[in-house]
């Protein structure tokens, strides 16, 4: 009998919860139809930014010089490895274990340099283009306070996937924000 009235407790708290949460629901859903989403596509804006050039050639020979320092490095392995394959005949087995290691670990020292330039070509990216991103993020943010927007959809990834498949032409018009941010970049 205690547990049949404690079960019926339960349920009347319950009940009663939920009777309580409705309006709070409905208030929520209203405010969610009054929800303005926007959208935006930083990379077109980011490729028409004037110094977008500056900093892709600032890349571009960071990464040529990388690319030649390594380019010597295998060079230089490339020779050590053919002036062993001429003396081979002539060295002790000793020796010749001695060298096959000195150049196996010459060979790692080249595959990790070429890990290690990967990594600072893409910190140095990372690096240049911050403060581009950071322009287009105020800017985004400036256009979406203007327009009463509550948020931002990035258009793609990226790697320029599409993550926003279909818009109306008309919703286009409206909250389609990426012209808006170029000209307050004044691109």
Same mark, same amino acid.
């Given at each position: 009998m205690k547990a049949m009235v404690k079960k019926s407790t339960i349920l009347s708290v319950i009940t009663l919860l939920l009777i309580m949460s409705l309006p709070a629901n409905s208030v929520e859903a209203q405010s969610q139809e009054d929800m303005r989403i926007g959208f935006v596509e930083p990379r077109a804006i980011l490729e028409r930014m004037p110094e977008m050039r500056a900093v892709q050639q600032r890349i571009q020979n960071f990464a040529e010089r990388k690319s030649e320092e390594l380019a010597q490095m295998e060079r230089e392995l490339q020779q050590q490895i053919e002036s062993y394959q001429q003396t081979i005949g002539v060295i002790s087995d000793q020796a010749r274990q001695q060298e096959e290691e000195r150049l196996g670990e010459l060979d790692l020292e080249? @595959?990790?340099?070429?890990?290690?330039?990967?990594?600072?070509?893409?910190?140095? @990216?990372a690096e240049l283009m911050e403060p581009l991103l950071n322009q287009i993020q105020t800017a985004i943010n400036e256009v979406a306070q203007e327009r009463g927007i509550d948020y931002v959809l990035n258009l793609t990834t990226s790697t320029g996937d599409v993550i926003i498949l279909y818009v109306r032409d008309e919703l286009r018009e409206e909250y389609d924000i990426t012209d808006a941010v170029m000209r307050n970049l004044g691109i």
């Open positions: 080249l @595959r990790q340099s070429q890990t290690q330039a990967q990594q600072e070509l893409a910190e140095r @990216r």
